[in-house]
T-cell receptor
């Protein structure tokens, strides 16, 4: 049962540009989490934003949450080649389990 | 350094054989999880455990089995009953005895299983 859906599925940008990825979900949430996955590796937690928060920052990352639209966005500013990875949002579904979306594959070209 | 160790990184098996994937953590986390990742399908939850000697089925538990005899270890067995076992398997852990999903998951680097 898919809870979070990322958009776009793939994104290609030049180094120095900003990258924006979106996540939409279906049911009410307590929090929404973003993870990064480098090719062939495990996921790394980036940011957790609670349902009563609207925006959160961590370094070059900015996450927004709009519970009325059931959507979140992840912005990476001044992207670097090392940001090349897949990015996943995760929320808790109606069954009470953490469900991951299909991810956005980001490619940052030097 | 604390972390989660999955072994082996690559595993090859013949169809009809059971295979066990190892997952060990030294983070002192109570909860542990197994996810399966297929291309274009994101991660799907197989099993999770909140405490030693207890575990629950996730969304795709059929054909899999787990045990949690020690806090540090949560091995996954892929049985011959799993119809499409070739995939990338990820183990994770999180703090907290109660399953509240408010704690970030820490992942291992996965085991890529190929069954022919």
């Amino acid at each position: 049962s898919q809870q979070g859906e990322e958009d776009p599925q793939a994104l290609s940008i030049q180094e120095g540009e900003n990258a924006t990825m979106n996540c939409s979900y279906k049911t009410s949430i307590n929090n929404l989490q973003w993870y990064r996955q480098n090719s062939g590796r495990g996921l790394v937690h980036l940011i957790l934003i609670r349902s009563n928060e609207r925006e959160k920052h961590s370094g070059r990352l900015r996450v927004t949450l709009d519970t009325s639209k059931k959507s979140s966005s992840l912005l990476i500013t001044a992207s670097r080649a090392a940001d090349t990875a897949s990015y996943f949002c995760a929320t808790v579904n109606q069954g009470g389990k953490l469900i991951f979306g299909q991810g956005t594959e980001l490619s940052v070209k030097p | 350094d604390g972390g989660i160790t999955q072994s082996p990184k690559y595993l090859f098996r013949k169809e009809g054989q059971n295979v066990t994937l190892s997952c060990e953590q030294n983070l002192n986390h109570d909860a542990m999880y197994w996810y399966r990742q297929d291309p274009g399908q994101g991660l799907r939850l197989i099993y999770y455990s909140q405490i030693v000697n207890d575990f629950q089925k996730g969304d795709i538990a059929e054909g899999y089995s787990v045990s949690r005899e020690k806090k540090e270890s949560f091995p996954l067995t892929v049985t011959s009953a799993q119809k499409n076992p070739t995939a990338f398997y990820l183990c994770a852990s999180s703090m907290g005895r109660r399953l509240n999903w408010n704690s970030p998951l820490h992942f291992g680097n996965g085991t890529r299983l190929t069954v022919t």
